[in-house]
């Protein structure tokens, strides 16, 4: 059974400031990694995901992330966030081949003005 | 573009009750999800289906049936509510086999009285 980790449930920083919400997953076969975002009330929206090359992949609204497959990680990073990107984010991981998409607990992102 | 509409919004039920929950879609998507979110937590998937009639179990199946009966739509009933299953029930759709990116609607609040 794989698993996704997000080990911050709640993140808080300043608007304007970097971020950086964690997620790692075990299993050690070919997986595709995504993240999502859920604003308050709302369904999911997909940001991004990952499955082979350039480590460092590019999302919407200014958000990416970094796999490292030494590390386990699929971490998503924003250079300067907005108070609009206040939002629960979750990691998610797919075993290739496979049909079904395995979610972390999700860490809530808060962006004080 | 499309949609995913989930009805009704909010839904109570007495405990013991049967109830049923709705989802269309109008991307002309093959493969559709349920899933529960508890507060706080992750998604959990319940069911999904890969085209009209097809229907395969997720992790948390137990005390939920569910419906394809066209592509567009796909309904899920909880066959005896609880009071341990108040949580938010998440329908999605993908479009391609392999695919990572699911859409999700806004969610159906399940209240258990």
């Known amino acids: 059974t794989q698993t996704v980790s997000q080990s911050d449930a709640h993140v808080t920083v300043f608007e304007g400031d970097s971020v950086e919400l964690r997620c790692n997953y075990s299993?050690?076969?070919?997986?595709?990694l995504s993240w999502y975002i859920q604003h308050h009330g709302h369904g999911l929206q997909f940001l991004l995901k990952?499955?082979?090359?350039?480590?460092v992949v590019q999302g919407v609204n200014g958000f990416e992330a970094e796999f490292s497959k030494s590390d386990s990680s699929f971490h998503l990073r924003k250079a300067s966030v907005h108070w609009s990107d206040s939002a629960v984010y979750f990691c998610?991981?797919?075993?290739?081949?496979?049909?079904?998409?395995?979610f972390g607990s999700g860490t809530k992102l808060t962006v004080e003005p | 573009g499309g949609i995913i509409t989930q009805t009704p919004k909010f839904l109570i039920g007495q405990e013991g009750q049967k109830l049923t929950l709705k989802c269309q879609q109008n991307?002309?998507?093959?493969?559709m999800y349920w899933y529960r979110q508890d507060s706080g937590k992750g998604l959990r998937l319940i069911y999904y289906?890969?085209?009209?009639?097809?229907?395969q179990k997720g992790d948390l199946s137990e005390g939920y049936d569910a419906s394809r009966e066209k592509k567009s739509s796909f309904s899920l009933t909880v066959t005896s509510a609880q009071k341990n299953e108040m949580a938010v029930f998440l329908c999605?759709?993908?479009?391609?086999?392999?695919?990572?990116?699911?859409?999700f609607g806004p969610g159906t609040r399940l209240t258990v009285l």
């Open positions: 998610a991981v797919r075993m290739s081949n496979y049909n079904v998409l395995y």
């Open positions: 990952y499955y082979s090359g350039n480590p």
């Open positions: 289906s890969i085209t009209e009639n097809d229907l």
């Open positions: 299993y050690g076969g070919s997986i595709y």
């Open positions: 991307f002309n998507h093959d493969t």
């Open positions: 999605a759709s993908r479009r391609d086999w392999g695919e990572d990116e699911q859409y």
